[in-house]
């Protein structure tokens, strides 16, 4: 098949992804502001913290979902291959089993009183995994369609879950469950047409143990991309104790509005690039075309940023105190280098390197938090931990992407 024929099929495929992921993203947005609005400041902090909790642990169980489009091969006659099904519901009870037996370490600092807030998290975060297994098998065997559907009966699912819900009960709990049915409803509406559309296609490269151990090194690197991401807000209220609520408040607002438009598209494509690496004739040149594209486009936002960043900030938000312009084009622009590490990780995965792709993501989010801990002010530690750690996370990759020949198809090399 020629490469013209193949970017054919990937371009409609991108293109849904992207439509289902700002779909998804719009949805999360009226949510978010939709339920305070509903039911006040005070119970929304409950609905919050679940919100959190939840996907928190569904960013890191993500990992599992681009372990399965890695593995997933043209099906061959092996008795040895793990079965996406039972790995699935493995994966399901383990993942229910170590929330409830870790439940007394961690639900009253998380939930407060609420403690029935742990059996919808609960629900939500086992049958994700499936939801992962599934998507990720989808990945691979390039059924865009599916995986559209898939998405966005989650997300517009939720909102319309949610919405419903709102109209007649407006506790927590309830809306907690509201968020979390969402995620079992999507497996079931589409496993029919998956399951027709994979019949015999596909099978695992690998057996049960070493899937788990592949599984559990993308977990943790995907809880460190959490990190680095949702997760970046929390980094900055613990390691800035002393910073004042005004500064602080600012300075999660700024570098959730600007370091999104970037980080969020390049998060939803893993899976779709780990596709894109497999078949990909050179995928040095392939990696470096993407990351040529992010830091574009990274500089471009940075310099939109610096000259009228402020001034929209002021037109957004009467009132407020707009942060400098010199604050919002660090965080921006640099987002681009988080989205690279997008680019980076999974041309490695797609090697089967997977040590190396979970130390990029874990140097990156280690570094973040060395930098955030240095003294200085807040707005300057923020910046330098934006570069420091995803810089050095990108370097890993690229230091094995560009060394290890043997590792990385070359067609200019590898043919006569």
């Not at 039911?39 to 569904?58: E, M, R």
């Not at 998507?135 to 939720?158: C, D, K, N, P, Q």
């Not at 470096?288 to 594209?293: I, Q, Y």
């Amino acid at each position: 098949m020629s490469d013209g024929g193949a970017a054919g099929r990937r371009r409609p495929g991108v293109v849904l992804i992207l439509v289902a992921t700002a779909l998804v993203g719009a949805a999360g947005y009226i949510i978010t502001w939709l339920v305070p609005r509903a039911i006040g400041v005070g119970p929304y902090a409950s609905f919050a913290v679940f919100w959190a909790a939840l996907f928190l642990v569904v960013a890191a169980l993500s990992g599992i979902q681009q372990e399965t489009t890695r593995a997933s091969v043209p099906r061959a006659d092996t008795t040895s291959a793990a079965r996406p099904a039972v790995f699935a519901l493995g994966g399901a009870i383990v993942t229910a089993v170590v929330l409830v037996a870790t439940s007394p370490l961690w639900t009253r600092a998380v939930f407060g009183d609420s403690g029935d807030l742990l059996w919808p998290l609960v629900v939500g975060c086992g049958s994700y995994v499936f939801l992962a297994v599934l998507g990720g098998t989808l990945y691979a065997a390039s059924e865009w369609r599916t995986i559209f559907a898939l998405m966005t009966v989650e997300g517009l699912g939720r909102l319309l879950v949610i919405g419903v819900v709102l109209l007649v009960n407006q506790d927590p709990v309830v809306l907690a469950w509201a968020a979390a049915v969402p995620i079992p409803l999507a497996v079931a509406v589409t496993i029919g047409p998956a399951r027709r559309a994979l019949r015999g296609r596909l099978q695992l490269d690998v057996d049960y143990r070493a899937l788990a151990w592949n599984s559990a090194r993308t977990i943790l690197a995907a809880a460190a991309m959490g990190l680095l991401v949702s997760g970046f807000p929390l980094l900055l209220t613990i390691t800035s104790p002393g910073a004042s609520a005004s500064e602080l408040g600012l300075l999660i607002l700024i570098s959730t509005l600007t370091r999104s438009p970037l980080i969020v598209v390049a998060m939803a494509l893993q899976s779709y690039l780990i596709v894109f690496f497999r078949k990909s004739e050179n995928v040095r040149r392939s990696v470096l075309m993407l990351l040529g594209l992010a830091i574009a486009a990274g500089a471009l936002l940075g310099i939109l940023g610096l000259l009228i960043g402020p001034a929209v900030f002021g037109f957004l938000f009467p009132g407020q105190e707009a942060p400098p312009g010199w604050l919002i084009a660090a965080l921006v622009s640099t987002s681009a280098l988080v989205a690279g590490i997008c680019v980076t990780a999974p041309a490695v995965l797609s090697a089967g390197a997977h040590a190396v792709f979970t130390a990029g993501w874990v140097t990156a989010a280690l570094g973040t938090i060395g930098a955030l801990l240095l003294p200085g002010p807040l707005f300057e530690r923020a910046s330098l931990a934006v570069v420091i750690g995803p810089a050095a996370g990108l370097a890993v990759h690229l230091v094995y992407l560009f060394s290890k020949r043997a590792s990385v198809p070359d067609p200019e090399g590898a043919r006569p």
